[in-house]
């Protein structure tokens, strides 16, 4: 059964560090673009980062950009997502999936992706 399973959130304080991991069973990793994605309450799913398959090139929403990075290590068959100087405005709770179309990741749009995990709280603290 192929699925996708976060881990890592919690809560921290402002300007604080979290490290979330996907973790992928019953497929190859290393074939697909897995992308982040965080939703708080009341709000739709936003896209945060996203790593290609193959060069592994790395896209990021402007709100976190010089503050997370993503990366991956196939072997593990693990995607992680490094987030730092965490604000409030982090708070959500944060999802990886899988990229079926090359549009999804470089445009970090959720209708691209499946295969969601179940999500990962993280909670930042003033």
């Known amino acids: 059964q192929e699925q996708l399973v976060e881990s890592g959130g919690g809560l921290v304080q402002a300007g604080g560090s979290l490290r979330l991991s996907c973790t992928a069973s019953g497929f190859a990793l290393d074939d697909w673009s897995i992308g982040w994605f965080r939703q708080a309450p009341g709000k739709g799913r936003e896209g945060v980062a996203c790593?290609?398959?193959?060069?592994?090139?790395?896209y990021y929403a402007d709100s976190v950009k010089g503050r997370f990075t993503v990366s991956r290590d196939n072997a593990k068959k693990t995607v992680y997502l490094q987030m730092n100087s965490l604000t409030p405005a982090d708070t959500a709770a944060y999802f990886c999936g899988r990229d079926y179309s090359a549009y999804g990741c470089p445009h970090l749009d959720s209708v691209s992706f499946h295969l969601w995990g179940q999500g990962a709280q993280v909670t930042v603290s003033s």
């Open positions: 790593i290609s398959d193959g060069a592994g090139r790395t």
